[in-house]
């Protein structure tokens, strides 16, 4: 396994193996890999002849009062993990390779980033389409994988994939879950243990959320309401938002027709979780 | 010579061109050829085996009180020019197909983009970014080439594509100039007859502007107020600028030192014009 810090030698690398018809898998994180990350590895070696998994906690993402100078970080433990699965290259670039002097420019996907957490922080996805422009600028890969435990950020993903014609496949794939059912998630490790049971009100308020439409219940605020209500009881936990939305284009939905997503943020003590389920499918 | 109207056809086209080891060149133009157009194309012709031209008249860098509707176009004419220098390729894409229902993708260069036009024209860079990294995605061109007539337009693409890694070099060619030495521009076609006089007062007043440099002048306000004062006295001119600038930030100069750029907007009777000139070239 090599390890790439700069982007004109990942850009070379990946030229060298695109010209001898390889295909070339992309799963771009920022570190401190969870079993969630390394199910993306696998799945993206079964679908291409070279995996690629870049490795950059991206600055413009965070806003000014988030996590980023605490966000965990252990590098040789996730290089030795990756090497496990078999992954080809780690690209780990530096932030003065990423965001040189006097750069200027960003991506913006503009409506599908409008509710959920695109409310509650501003810029974190101009942030996050920006590093990914850039990467797969990078990478230059055939696919690239995303988990759907950052729902929003998949669809946006692939709106500005659609959007700016990039000639790549971006690939979602199922949330990977603890055994208590906590969905994976490298800001997990900021919880305290007597902060868990609270954490788990996330899953179980999106399987009562499923049992209500099982017993017929379609109104989206009805859900929502018993949602908040489950959630509020625990301690520690501080609802960002409950929102049940059109899975594509992410707005709010009043009555359940079609498919439909229940999407959540809360906040447990001081460590935000996300996590959301389609209607209908199993949890 | 092809035509292709569909973006996956021209990607498919470039892919293939490129894994037998060609060089693609890319001049993007609105169309309504002029000898700058022409003159993009054969040198784009000398640097690459293929040379695409993309025919397009982008909604999204007109403003609303723009002249989108009656910006001139002719397809066959083109055609029949680029048929003449060689060129291989002329991309052709419908506004349904560069900006499907649901499109919400931009692409924003921040800082180079703030003054001169980016001031009289709010919108306009955002277009022609959005509308280059698709374009750019969409031909997978080696090198692409701009005229410097447009210089600030020039900048900003370089800007981009080095901001977001996009793998390919910009080359900016010289401004191609009536007999009369008016700036070549498909919107030429708007000036009646005897608006012609006013039209030359862009280029008289570089001459003025770069005369007044040979004599020792530094003051970037002394220059300008120089060269306001020569246009005015025209009749039909409405000046909209008058700058003096550095030719990498587009950030007003007071005193030149190194490299500087003069650069202005003019409106003559109904038609806008630009034009500029970098201090100790030929003109």
């Given at each position: 396994m090599k390890t790439i810090e700069l982007t004109r030698e990942m850009q070379k690398y990946s030229d060298s193996s695109r010209s001898k018809g390889k295909k070339i898998a992309f799963v771009p994180t920022m570190g401190y890999f969870h079993e969630g990350h390394i199910e993306l590895m696998r799945q993206a070696k079964k679908m291409a002849d070279c995996v690629v998994v870049s490795i950059y906690v991206n600055?413009?993402?965070?806003?000014?009062?988030?996590?980023l100078s605490r966000y965990p970080r252990d590098f040789d433990r996730d290089s030795e993990r990756a090497k496990e699965v078999g992954v080809d290259v780690i690209f780990y670039p530096s932030n003065k390779e990423m965001y040189p002097e006097g750069y200027q420019t960003y991506v913006n996907v503009e409506d599908?980033?409008?509710?959920l957490c695109g409310l509650s922080r501003p810029g974190h996805f101009c942030g996050v389409t920006t590093v990914c422009a850039k990467l797969f600028n990078i990478v230059k890969p055939h696919i690239a994988v995303f988990g759907k435990k950052d729902y929003q950020q998949y669809v946006t993903i692939k709106r500005m994939v659609a959007d700016l014609n990039m000639d790549l496949e971006i690939i979602g794939l199922p949330t990977v879950r603890e055994a208590d059912g906590l969905a994976m998630s490298s800001?997990?490790?900021?919880?305290k243990e007597n902060e868990r049971p609270s954490a788990l009100t996330l899953i179980d308020s999106l399987r009562l959320a499923q049992k209500l439409y099982d017993q017929g219940e379609r109104k989206a605020s009805t859900i929502i309401s018993q949602v908040e209500k489950f959630i509020s009881q625990s301690p520690y936990t501080d609802i960002d938002y409950v929102k049940i939305c059109d899975?594509?284009?992410?707005r709010d939905i009043e009555k359940i027709r079609d498919s439909a997503l229940i999407a959540l943020a809360v906040k447990v003590a001081q460590t935000r979780l996300i996590d959301n389920h389609a209607f209908g499918e199993l949890i």
């Open positions: 600055p413009t993402q965070f806003g000014p009062k988030e996590d599908v980033t409008k509710n800001r997990n490790v900021y919880l899975p594509e284009t992410m």
